[in-house]
T-cell receptor, first 116, second 116 residues
Framework: EAQVTQNPRYLITVTGKKLTVTCSQN?????MSWYRQDPGLGLRQIYY???????DKGDVPEGYKVSRKEKRNFPLILESPSPNQTSLYFC???????????????FGPGTRLTVL | AQSVAQPEDQVNVAEGNPLTVKCTYS??????LFWYVQYPNRGLQFLLK??????LVKGSYGFEAEFNKSQTSFHLKKPSALVSDSALYFC??????????????FGQGTTLQVKP
């Protein structure tokens, strides 16, 4: 089944304890992205990747890192989490960005993170 | 700046009646427009998109949307609502063009409640 998977789905952690949220897609998509969803603020892009070894900042990258060593994986790393990073995180991927078939983004199920 | 507005926080309709969920957008250049649906504790599911061509776009689960360039709108419609359509609906836009980051700008979401 074509899908975007994220792990863990739920995580409660403490301030400063490094964590990684994994994201994997099995559709051979070139483009991948991370968003966070917060009440009243909607979804905001954190980082994105056009392809392997090509990543760039979105609108809210502070406190996050990413890597894209393989096409299918795009982990989100919080080196020193803080309470303001408590949020619902979504990974997304698409085959391409240009117009036409395949430019819609498919989203993972989400990771609900609480930082105490 | 790019933006998306969903003017209604909630839309209530009776099962079997037609439904409309409104969306207006602001973007420089030609827009790519998308509708997503989010069920509780699930990720966003792609419903349909407008890239170019026909202003009436048909998507999953009997949904359709009409692109209106002069009114900068992309309203989601369905001729006959089902109780199972009850969910949170997001309109999203991104710019076409080679310099874009693939970032989707989301509206705040509209909760659709379909009553039996």
């Amino acid at each position: 089944e074509a899908q975007v998977t994220q792990n863990p789905r739920y995580l409660i952690t403490v301030t400063g304890k490094k964590l990684t949220v994994t994201c994997s897609q099995n559709m051979n998509h070139e483009y991948m992205s991370w968003y966070r969803q917060d009440p009243g603020l909607g979804l905001r892009q954190i980082y994105y990747s056009m392809n392997v070894e090509v990543t760039d900042k979105g609108d809210v990258p502070e406190g996050y890192k990413v890597s894209r060593k393989e096409k299918r994986n795009f982990p989100l790393i919080l080196e020193s989490p803080s309470p303001n990073q408590t949020s619902l995180y979504f990974c997304a991927s698409s085959l391409r960005l240009a117009g036409g078939p395949g430019n819609e983004q498919f989203f993972g199920p989400g990771t609900r993170l609480t930082v105490l | 700046a790019q933006s998306v507005a969903q003017p209604e926080d909630q839309v209530n309709v009776a099962e079997g009646n037609p439904l409309t969920v409104k969306c207006t957008y602001s973007v420089s250049g030609n827009p790519y427009l998308f509708w997503y649906v989010q069920y509780p504790n699930r990720g966003l599911q792609f419903l349909l998109k407008y890239i170019t061509g026909d202003n009436l776009v048909k998507g999953s689960y009997g949904f359709e949307a009409e692109f209106n360039k002069s009114q900068t709108s992309f309203h989601l419609k369905k001729p006959s609502a089902l109780v199972s359509d009850s969910a949170l609906y997001f309109c999203a836009v991104r710019e076409s063009g080679s310099s874009n980051t693939g970032k989707l700008i989301f509206g705040q979401g509209t909760t659709l409640q379909v009553k039996p």
